[in-house]
């Protein structure tokens, strides 16, 4: 039966203290946040009541109520009908963060933007091998070169998508940040890939009496968030003391000049030093023998789903994409995915209660497509042990793939949607990964059923014989 997106949106406002009661209002992929004047009011047992509710949970300051991809896009726009405040979640919750939270929280608000881009070039990285495999595309076709230009562009230009999202959530003006990063792709300037493998040789620049060398910045991601903070900076200083009929050329000159100055002499090299270490250290972990660093990245990574940590990591997946053109985390993210997926359908399968019964088929179907949230706050984290039986399918899944190397040929997609990525030929390892990262939660929650099965019995047959 189909959803009443205008019922739970009037539903959920009533069980939050009506809309005097809430400050401000946005979403996400999955989840309606809400901040509320009045944290009291907040009827959590009701809301999770309301059908097409997969759960709730309280961070940093935030209401958030797990929907599920869709869903909450609708009951969005039916709130707003209400009369509902909207906006101003995000400038309040960044204001009770942690410092380490606001950083991670800055990483998601720059990458999730420009993510659907990067997604859809990995998939056709994926379709394109394996078209080739096949024989229907060749090296010298014009539609080979066709899908090239499809699946390069993003990571040949992706400093500029990075400076145009990162400008954007610093205060700036968006294109400068785009131009920005445009310039520090320029094709005058060498790839520092290829300078760090021997391919090219750096400019040598005199600069202040010593020679520098300059690279460009192609594929890289940390150098242009901080040249857009300084830029963004820069930017919100000037307009305040340039007369505003000056400020049409005199401030993007301004600013776009000293955004490539120290986006190549200053902070550039400094935040790639920093960029690459980040890097060196996953390559090293995925590298351990027996799989080990795999297993401590694939057992962690749901967990820095609840705290929203997994953000900052998005850097890791563009950086094996754009040096080597495949992604030793795809399959390792996947593990994780997989490990809360196969929790929750042995809940969908095996539980006798009817709503958290219906509440895990809709929860295992979205996990299995690659959003575990349904699941996590609405099935396994709520019941604790099958959450962990998560973690341990998802370290057992990603111990196997970084034993045998496995990577896929993009990112941002898992489980099902994932096999797109691996259709170079990985698919069958792929498949093994999944397995043991779906299978070993899904046995284990299996027995954990079925002991509260026995218990409720055991419970009732007590409560029967105190009785006689």
Known sequence: ?????????????????????????????????????????????????????????YNSGQFQIILGTGVVNEVYKEAEKLGTATGGVKETVYNNMSPLQKIVRVFGDIFIPIIPVIIASGILMGLRSFLTHLGVLTPD?????????????????????????AMKRFGGTPI????????????????????????????????????TKVVGYQGSVIPVLGVAFVAAFIEKRIRKIIPNSLDFIVTPFVVMTIGLFTGLFIIGPVARLIESGVVSLFQFLFTLPFGLGGFLVGGLQQALV??????????????????????LYQPIRSAAVAGQAGAVLAFAIFSNNRKEKALSISAAVSAWLGITEPAIFGVTLVNFWPFLFGLLG??????????????????????????????????????IVNLISGGVPFILTYLFIKRRKLNKTENKQNSKTATI
């Open 1 to 57: 039966m189909a959803l009443n997106y205008s019922k739970m949106a009037k539903e959920i406002i009533d069980n939050v203290g009506g809309l005097e009661n809430v400050n401000g209002m946005e979403h996400c992929a999955t989840r309606l946040r809400l901040m509320l004047n009045d944290k009291s009011k907040f009827n959590k047992e009701a809301i999770e009541d309301i059908e097409g509710v997969k759960g709730t949970f």
């Open 176 to 211: 400068f940040g785009f131009i920005i990063g445009l310039m520090l792709v320029h094709s005058i300037l060498p790839s520092a890939g290829a300078v760090g493998r021997g391919n090219l040789d750096p400019i040598i620049v005199s600069l202040f009496g010593f020679n």
């Open 306 to 327: 609840i705290t929203g940590l997994h953000h900052a990591l998005w850097v890791i997946d563009i950086n094996f994409l754009s040096e080597t053109g495949f992604n």
């Open 394 to 431: 998802s370290a057992l899944g990603g111990m196997y793939s970084a034993a045998v190397g496995l990577a896929g040929s993009g990112m941002g997609i898992a489980v099902i949607p994932g096999y797109l990525l691996h259709l170079h030929g990985t698919v069958l390892q792929y498949t």
């Open 141 to 165: 076709s014009f539609w080979y070169k066709f899908s090239q230009i499809l699946t390069d562009t993003p990571f040949a230009f992706l400093p500029a998508l990075v400076g145009w999202s």
